[in-house]
């Protein structure tokens, strides 16, 4: 393929990268907890114009490091401080993903390679729906994957030529630095992870150079280690220690609530990868005809899929999003599956037709019955017994009558792949099967998000929207938010911190002290009654189990 050609398809699968990440971005408010935090986050280093230290609610959040938050800062100068913003930079980070894996896989196979794997990325659930976020893994995992590729070619290269470049490893270390200043250490251990398994495989045959390592380690941590010693005169000699405190926290305990147990994320890959994470497993058998640095770039993809899960199946806290590092190697494996079955002549088991209906069709019948559950909760109210759920799920959601569609698409989508693969057209198949995946995604999160966001979060939205220029406080009861700060757009003199109290000091206060302007508050309807019964408290309405109240 000539260079004319390539940048053909670059320009290509940049396009289609537009077409599907960055199209009603702004579509639906951002959700809590963790889009909201970030957005925020931007929005108080813009309000404050401190770009060094990241904060909530106007306190320093150690929890994580900048780099993110300044990709958003520089999205909310150019468009404003709204949804599309926060989300714009996981758009562009998913184009720059799909080109980036087109590459390595067109350099390690051929450009039919190239394409599966984007086909595969885009055309699986999750994958797809994280670059249309504003959280912080997309990003993050980038450069995990990037450091993780450069790592690999070094290898690669010295168990070809024998010799070992400086280069490789600066590279990986500057790619895994960003990790690490984008959402912390961890980066850095994932990768490290991944590395010295691959030396243990292959330790009869390389000698771990410790200079090598040692250059990728440092150069790994020196921007993090610049940033910390900049803001600590500002922040306090502790800003370290409760980083640390905090990741301690997530792999030993559950925090706020996100446990679950230990097959947590096997699960979620299973089901929220689909149908790569089916169509991968025809992968994991060895090929006589890979070439040396094509088996090896699968054993990397296959350690990293196996670290990812481990550690995280370890660790106490379970959150969706934390394997999505594992979203590489699953589509990559699931490339390499459809690359050999049809230019390599590999068998074809019904078992896994078996499997892509199955699972393909529980996930269809989940689309298509939401909505019409939904729309028709009056029959299922009678026997609900949790006032808060039961009044959430009374909502006017503004449904149209036709969100079962994308569904049907699905499931449509579904049926024709099988009876592809029956017929032997694969290829066809495979198109059909990855297209369907993506425009249901993509139809969904356009006409059905909104419609879910109206049962969990619209009415406080609405409500600290409409509190955003009253010189008020704003406050969330018995329950954590970051909507208030994001939403209300919430200015220091609202804060804990213009009185010097702590948290709970200032919600004891707001709720019985003498203040100097009115305060407003919002609690689940089945906590109201105790809050109701403060001195000065005036109820003003209750919707979507939420209560709405003043002081």
């Not at 600590?232 to 030993?252: D, H, M, T, W």
Request: contains cysteine; glycine residues 6%; positive net charge.
């Amino acid at each position: 393929m000539n260079i004319k050609e390539q940048y053909k398809h670059y320009l290509l699968i940049a396009f289609v990268g537009f077409l599907f990440f960055v199209p009603y971005l702004g579509h639906v408010h951002l959700f809590d907890w963790d889009e909201i935090n970030f957005a925020e986050a931007a929005r108080e280093m813009i309000a404050t114009g401190d770009y060094s230290t990241v904060r909530i609610n106007y306190q320093p959040f150690h929890e994580k490091p900048p780099l993110f938050i300044w990709m958003q800062v520089v999205s909310m100068k150019i468009f404003g401080i709204n949804e599309f913003a926060a989300r714009f930079p996981n758009a562009v980070i998913g184009i720059i993903t799909l080109i980036i894996i087109y590459s390595i896989g067109r350099k390690l196979y051929d450009y039919r390679f190239g394409i599966l794997w984007v086909l595969s990325y885009l055309g699986s659930l999750l994958p797809h729906f994280y670059f249309r976020s504003g959280i912080i893994d997309p990003v993050f995992n980038l450069f995990i994957f990037l450091g993780i590729y450069y790592l690999h070619k070094q290898l690669s290269q010295y168990l070809t030529t024998k010799k070992n470049k400086y280069s490789l490893s600066f590279i990986a270390g500057v790619f895994v630095s960003f990790a690490v200043l984008t959402k912390g250490p961890v980066g850095y251990l994932l990768a490290a992870l991944v590395f010295f398994t691959m030396m243990f495989l292959h330790r009869k045959e390389i000698k771990l150079s410790i200079n090598h390592f040692l250059m990728f380690s440092i150069v790994a941590f020196i921007p993090a280690i610049i940033w910390y010693l900049f803001i600590l005169p500002q922040s306090g000699a502790n800003v370290l220690e409760e980083f640390v405190r905090y990741q301690i926290k997530l792999f030993s305990t559950e925090d706020a609530g996100h446990g679950g147990p230990f097959y947590f994320h096997f699960v979620v890959l299973l089901a929220g990868c689909f149908p790569a994470s089916i169509i991968m497993l025809r992968a994991f058998r060895k090929n006589s005809e890979d070439k040396p640095e094509q088996i090896q770039f699968r054993k990397w993809m296959i350690t990293l899929l196996s670290v990812v899960l481990v550690i995280f199946s370890i660790v106490e806290t379970k959150i969706v999003h934390y394997s999505s590092l594992a979203y590489f190697p699953i589509t990559f494996l699931s490339a390499l599956a459809v690359h050999r079955l049809i230019y390599k002549n590999m068998e074809w088991k019904n078992s896994t037709s078996w499997l892509i209906g199955i699972i393909g069709g529980i996930l269809a019948l989940l689309f298509i019955c939401l909505p019409l559950v939904l729309m028709n909760i009056d029959l299922l109210l009678p026997r609900i017994k949790d006032v808060f759920t039961k009044e959430v799920l009374m909502a006017n959601a503004g449904w149209y009558g036709f969100e079962y569609i994308p569904g049907i698409l699905f499931l449509t989508g579904i049926i024709a792949t099988l009876i592809l693969f029956k017929l032997r057209k694969y290829l066809t198949g495979f198109l059909t099967l990855f297209s369907a995946t993506a425009f249901m995604i993509f139809i969904f999160l356009v006409a059905i998000a909104p419609r879910i966001e109206a049962y969990t979060q619209a009415a406080p939205i609405e409500f600290f929207t409409k509190l955003q220029d009253k010189n008020c406080y704003i406050h969330v009861l018995g329950y954590k938010s970051y909507a208030h700060y994001f939403y209300g757009k919430m200015r220091p003199s609202q804060t804990a911190q213009c009185k010097g109290m702590s948290s709970e000091d200032f919600e004891n206060w707001l709720l019985k002290g003498e203040k100097d302007k009115p305060a407003f508050f919002v609690c689940k309807i089945n906590n109201a009654k105790k809050y109701l019964l403060n001195p000065g408290m005036k109820y003003l309405y209750t919707k979507n189990g939420f209560v709405f109240m003043c002081r």
